[in-house]
């Protein structure tokens, strides 16, 4: 896609003489006028999709969707807003942005995909005897523990009472339903081989 210069081309240091006029005759569909705006704005408009996709190729095929958008949607260029070459700058522009966002995109996509096929599938069966064995560790160890301990932890962790309603149930001081507690977990600690 090599933009053909003739005597109304635009140089990179000016604008391009009458351009606003020839976009207003593309959006009644004039063929020729379009074939002037196309040789004006190709090439500036190659350059910044270039500068903002770096890939030769995507860049030639975005450009190429710039002009067509152009040639369908030069009925909502308004002269009165700026000019042409704004307006044409502006639709590339947009257009490379969100060629680099969609590419992003799918590359994230792809990488959750990559990440999701290397999980281990989950075991329900195995998750099940693990339950299984650790609840029976946890019974064999409550069993190692004095009456008094079972009864303290049992009525704190598995009933749920606070300190306050565990000495009320016992008729015992809190100091010493908090020792048995305490007294309770550390030997739980030490026979499940939990590390602090």
């Known amino acids: 896609m090599r933009p053909t210069r003739n005597a109304d081309s635009t140089s990179p240091l000016g604008p391009v003489p009458d351009l606003d006029a020839r976009l207003v005759k593309v959006a009644r569909g004039d063929q020729d006028a379009f074939t002037a705006v196309y040789d ?12 903002v996709l770096r890939d030769p190729a995507q860049s030639e095929e975005v450009t190429q969707e710039v002009l067509v958008e152009v040639w369908r949607t030069a009925a909502r260029f308004r002269p009165e807003k700026g000019s042409a070459m704004t307006w044409v700058m502006t639709l590339a522009h947009r257009r490379a942005v969100d060629r680099v966002r969609s590419a992003q995109t799918g590359a994230a ?24 064995l650790e609840q029976q560790r946890v019974r ?37 339903v908090k020792t048995r507690l305490r007294d309770g977990l550390i030997r739980l600690r030490d026979c499940l081989g939990v590390s602090v």
Do not use: N
């Open 140 to 176: 064999r160890c409550l069993g190692a523990l004095t009456a008094l301990q079972r009864e303290a932890v049992t009525l704190a962790y598995y009933r749920g009472l606070t300190y306050r309603e565990v000495t009320q149930l016992l008729t015992l001081p809190l100091g010493t």
């Open 109 to 132: 996509r792809e990488h959750k995909a990559a990440l999701l096929d290397q999980l281990p599938a989950y075991d329900e069966v195995a998750e099940q005897v693990e339950t299984r």
């Open 40 to 51: 004006a704005v190709c090439g500036p408009v190659l350059g910044l999709v270039r500068s």
